[in-house]
Each structure stands twice: as C-alpha cells, then as structure tokens.
Nanobody, 115 residues
Framework: QVQLVESGGGSVQPGGSLTLSCAASGSIFSANDMAWYRRVPGNQRELVARVTGGGTPTYVDSVKGRFTISRDNQQKSVYLQMNNLKPEDTGVYYC?????????WGPGTQVTVSP
C-alpha cells in the first residue's frame, strides 16, 4: 500500500513562487515514476511534470522554464518548485506515483495565484 501526502500549497501573487512537497509512505522504489498533476477550475486533471526513477524530468509546455520537479529517493519524496506563477496556474495540485502500473494519488493541495 502506498500513501501520499502533499504540502506547500497556498496563495501568492502573480510572479511569486511556491514549493510543493509530497511525502510517500509504503513500498516506494526508486524505479517508480513520480509526478505532479493539477486540476484547474472547469478542466480535467492534467499532468504538470513527471520524473522517472532515474531522475529524468518532463513538463507540460505551459510550465517549462518556470517549474522544476525533483525527487529524493531516500526520503521517498518528490518536489515541485514553481516560479513566476501565473493566475492560470491556480488549481489543486496532486502528487502521483506509478507503482508498477498502479497509480496512487495524494489528497491534493490548493495553489491560488491572484493579485
């Protein structure tokens, strides 16, 4: 069984920064891909960034150059550094792990970007 808990959400002004953290418990292995998704108002949940077990990141085009995903395998954690935040980044951010084909989700953390 895998459990994920996100933290670090909040409210910031446009141009501000936030760092999201996700702590995993259970049988997480360094080979498991980990990712951040978000659900923005009125839209479906979308992939924001993913990091492979080997540390290779991928990003949705809208966050490239602004967000950085990283992981600490010893701490079973994944992070999302978000810079130059925009109002369209507002949403609920979810941590995700692909545990050998089974996807686990955290409860989500709210990020609000407004003047």
């Amino acid at each position: 069984q895998v459990q994920l808990v996100e933290s670090g959400g909040g409210s910031v002004q446009p141009g501000g920064s936030l760092t999201l953290s996700c702590a995993a418990s259970g049988s997480i292995f360094s080979a498991n891909d980990m990712a951040w998704y978000r659900r923005v108002p009125g839209n479906q949940r979308e992939l924001v960034a993913r990091v492979t077990g080997g540390g290779t990141p991928t990003y949705v085009d809208s966050v490239k150059g602004r967000f950085t995903i990283s992981r600490d395998n010893q701490q079973k954690s994944v992070y999302l550094q978000m810079n130059n935040l925009k109002p369209e980044d507002t949403g609920v951010y979810y941590c995700n792990v692909n545990w050998f084909g089974t996807y686990y989700w955290g409860p989500g953390t709210q990020v609000t970007v407004s003047p």
